[in-house]
């Protein structure tokens, strides 16, 4: 059963950094394309930063200079890094993976909550 699976996220004061993990598990052949998403309370879902298939990274405006991606760990995984971060990064961190390859589809994780306060 391939799946993805976050680790990282937790509290922190205004200013400070997380650092979120992500990566695919079980067995794949499968090529992914990786990226994180944030939902916040009453907001929808909305893109902050990925690694596209040529490994170059995109990112959100609202998180350019603060937030960074790599893959450190390899091929379908994503690290995001936040700093500076602020009270409106609070929210429900997804993880997402998608592949262009025939049968893999999309995968998205469970979320992660980060709190900013």
């Known amino acids: 059963h391939v799946q993805l699976v976050e680790s990282g996220g937790g509290s922190v004061q205004a200013g400070g950094s997380l650092r979120l993990s992500c990566r695919v598990s079980g067995a794949s052949s499968c090529w992914y394309a990786m990226s994180w998403f944030r939902q916040a309370p009453g907001k929808e879902r909305e893109f902050t930063s990925g690694i596209d298939g040529y490994s170059r990274p995109n990112y959100a405006e609202f998180v350019k200079g603060r937030f960074s991606v790599s893959q450190d760990n390899g091929e379908n995984t994503l690290d995001l890094q936040m700093n500076a971060l602020q009270p409106e990064d609070t929210a429900i961190y997804f993880c997402?993976?998608?592949?262009?390859?025939?049968?893999?589809?999309?995968?998205w994780g469970q979320g992660t909550q980060v709190t900013v306060s």
């Open positions: 997402k993976a998608e592949s262009p390859m025939y049968g893999c589809g999309t995968l």
